[in-house]
């Protein structure tokens, strides 16, 4: 494992980072382990010098590997008619999954605005 500083030389002197070495820095960003004043070196490298494609996947799959992940398949984000309602089922099921991964309540389709269907 690298020292963050050796990764943030490594990028302001222009080289290639390897996937490892992203990870190792976007591990000890999310550990506590790299101060404010490093984690913002690293990004004035990276604006300066930019990324490759390999480095701008490794530091998206770095960055996605320690969070939570939802599973869409069982949100039932599905609305089967009008396009005002597919769109209001959409933003209660982002909603939703915003919820329960420690976001506000969960939202009801009347906070959306949906009207209640007269009986027939």
């Known amino acids: 494992m690298m020292l963050p500083q050796e990764i943030i030389r490594a990028k302001r002197d222009g080289e290639t980072l390897s996937a490892g070495e992203i990870g190792d820095f976007i591990v000890a960003l999310t550990s506590g382990a790299v101060t404010e004043g490093q984690a913002a070196a690293f990004a004035m490298a990276i604006y300066f010098r930019g990324m490759s494609l390999d480095e701008r996947v490794a530091l998206t799959r770095a960055m996605t590997r320690p969070g939570a992940s939802l599973d869409w398949r069982e949100a039932n984000c599905r609305a089967r008619s009008s396009t005002s309602t597919r769109r209001r089922r959409r ?10 991964v420690g976001g506000m309540r969960r939202l009801r389709a009347d906070d959306f605005g949906a009207r209640p269907r007269p009986h027939r």
């Open 91 to 100: 933003r209660q099921c982002l909603a939703n999954a915003s919820a329960d």
